[in-house]
């Protein structure tokens, strides 16, 4: 399985971004995919995760209620909605893959992982 992240930038404490991971290979559309990310100095985060189906999702505390995530018809195109973002929100954002059946917050469980796409939010 190859994931490819896409979409961070800058933007402003309050404002949106939408990252986007691709994912390809035999397996890719049965695979749980979620997102990760790590700021400086500290450990890597489970962020939010959904299942083969899409109808399965899980959040982080901090992210819930102001992230998305959506796993298109293809089931190949897995996307994070991020509205009201915070400083705090500022690292590096990773897409992964798992072959759980179900939604996984477990770094443990993901054996393919994207490049990184870094999200910074000013304030």
């Known amino acids: 399985v190859q994931l490819q992240a896409s979409g961070g930038g800058l933007v402003q404490a309050g404002g949106s971004l939408s990252l986007s991971c691709t994912v390809g290979g035999r397996t890719a559309a049965r695979d749980t995919v979620s997102w990760f990310r790590q700021a400086p100095g500290k450990p890597r985060e489970f962020v939010a995760g959904?299942?083969?189906?899409?109808?399965?999702?899980a959040y982080s505390d901090s992210v819930k209620g102001r992230f998305t995530i959506h796993r298109d018809s293809t089931k190949t195109q897995v996307s994070l909605q991020m509205n009201g973002l915070k400083p705090e929100d500022t690292a590096m954002y990773y897409c992964?893959?798992?072959?759980?059946?179900?939604?996984?917050?477990?770094?443990?469980?993901?054996?393919?992982w994207g490049q990184g796409t870094q999200v910074t939010v000013s304030s």
């Open positions: 959904i299942n083969w189906s899409g109808r399965s999702t």
């Open positions: 992964a893959a798992s072959r759980a059946l179900d939604t996984t917050t477990r770094e443990s469980a993901y054996v393919n």
